[in-house]
Structures are given as C-alpha cells and as structure tokens.
C-alpha cells in the first residue's frame, strides 16, 4: 500500500505561482510512474503531467511550459511546479502513483483557485 499527501494549493491572481507537493509513505520502493492530474467542476479529471523512476516527464499540451514536474526519491516526494497561472488552471488537483504491481494510488487532492 502506498498513501499519497499532497500540499501546497491555495488561491492566487491570475499570472502568479504555485509549487505543489505529494508525499509518498507505505511501500514506496514499489512506486514507478507518479503523476499529477486535476478536476475542474462539472469536468473530467485529467492528466496534467507525468514523471517516471527514471525522472523523464511529460505534460499536457496545454500546459505549453508553465508546469515543471519532478521528484525527490530521497524524500518520496514529486512535486508540481506552476507559474503562469490561469483562472482556467482552478481545480483540484491530485497526486497519483503507479506500482510495479500495476496498482493506482490516489491523494486526497488540493485545491488551487486562480483569480482573474
């Protein structure tokens, strides 16, 4: 089993920045892909971006740049990085982690609000 934490949401004007960060613990030896992803209301969850054991990442196209995803093994910690940002960014956002088992753990989600 793997828990997954995340952190760092909060409100801010449209063109400012975020860092988020999602905490593993459990069986993280086990954790390979982790990503991030988010749900806006009344839409789909989708994937932001991804980011592998091996550190090699990609992003939604909509992203074009604005996002950076990375991991601290040492710490279990991926984090997102948002700079940018738009009120079409608001949603919550959610940490997720693949095992090698081919299990998906999900966090709780946070919640980021960008004002215009």
């Known amino acids: 089993q793997v828990q997954l934490v995340e952190s760092g949401g909060g409100s801010v004007r449209a063109g400012g920045s975020l860092r988020l960060s999602c905490a593993a613990s459990g069986s993280i030896g086990s954790i390979g892909l982790m990503a991030w992803h988010r749900q806006a209301p009344g839409k789909q969850r989708e994937v932001v971006a991804r980011i592998n054991s091996h550190g090699s990442a990609d992003y939604a196209s909509w992203v074009s740049g ?3 995803i990375s991991r ?16 079409e960014d608001t949603a919550v956002y959610y940490c997720s982690a693949n095992d090698i088992r081919g299990s998906v753990y999900w966090g709780q989600g946070t919640q980021v609000t960008i004002s215009s």
């Not at 279990?76 to 738009?86: A, C, F, G, P, R």
């Open 72 to 87: 601290d093994d040492a710490k279990n910690t991926v984090y997102l990085e948002m700079s940018d940002l738009k009120p």
């Open 66 to 68: 604005r996002f950076t």
